[in-house]
T-cell receptor, first 117, second 116 residues
Framework: AQKVTQAQTEISVVEKEDVTLDCVYE???????LFWYKQPPSGELVFLIR??????QNEISGRYSWNFQKSTSSFNFTITASQVVDSAVYFC??????????????FGSGTKLNVKP | NAGVTQTPKFQVLKTGQSMTLQCAQD?????MSWYRQDPGMGLRLIHY???????DQGEVPNGYNVSRSTTEDFPLRLLSAAPSQTSVYFC???????????????FGPGTRLTVL
């Protein structure tokens, strides 16, 4: 079973629209971490946010905001007033402890966001 | 800081050839990992290392070897390349157990490998 599900394969919006990228995760651990990464067309992976399982406060960073709800196992990402530069593939990831105190990442399959001018 | 660097950026191999993908980091991170990215599948962990001399397998280790002789370097070896290994390979590093945000992984720019 998928540990991290990003059901939206591709989303297209027009600039200045708000857009929400969905992420649903599955874990039995009580301590875990959730992440969002951005992969622009150039291909690198850019870290956006890390959230631990004990902190359900929503977070806002400029036009980006994240909504973490343990009750629904979701960690959704909203971009307000989208811009063309937001066009990228966005990955949600879950990390769980493995051996050696190493946190293994499980990535969703990604959501491709197209922002049109 | 250069962060995480990977070489080469692109590589084409023939089936059966071997090669090594290089990864280096200059952030004094203890943990390093290799992932492969395939369309529609996100990133999957191949091997990881928690320090010099210590490595372990991830989800998809078959066909790959790793070693970690220094903190900085974590090369990935393809022993006998197969078309199924055509992918984009990412190396990542993270701080380690003694620090906060130990698990935030920082990724290199990737190596695009094609096996014919």
């Amino acid at each position: 079973a998928q540990k991290v599900t990003q059901a939206q394969t591709e989303i297209s919006v027009v600039e200045k629209e708000d857009v929400t990228l969905d992420c649903v995760y599955e874990t039995r651990d009580t301590t875990y971490y959730l992440f969002w990464y951005k992969q622009p067309p150039s291909g690198e992976l850019v870290f956006l946010i890390r959230r631990n399982s004990f902190d359900e406060q929503n977070e806002i960073s400029g036009r980006y905001s994240w909504n973490f709800q343990k009750s629904t196992s979701s960690f959704n990402f909203t971009i307000t007033a989208s811009q063309v530069v937001d066009s990228a593939v966005y990955f949600c990831a879950l990390s769980e402890m493995m051996g050696y105190n190493f946190n293994k990442f499980y990535f969703g399959s990604g959501t491709k966001l197209n922002v049109k001018p | 800081n250069a962060g995480v660097t990977q070489t080469p950026k692109f590589q084409v191999l023939k089936t059966g050839q071997s090669m090594t993908l290089q990864c280096a980091q200059d952030m004094n991170h203890e943990y390093m990992s290799w992932y492969r990215q395939d369309p529609g599948m996100g990133l999957r962990l191949i091997h990881y290392s928690v320090g010099a001399g210590i490595t372990d397998q991830g989800e998809v280790p078959n066909g790959y070897n790793v070693s970690r002789s220094t903190t900085e370097d974590f090369p990935l070896r393809l022993l006998s390349a197969a078309p199924s290994q055509t992918s984009v390979y990412f190396c990542a590093s993270s701080l380690g157990p003694s620090q906060e945000s130990t698990d935030t992984q920082y990724f290199g720019p990737g190596t695009r490998l094609t096996v014919l």
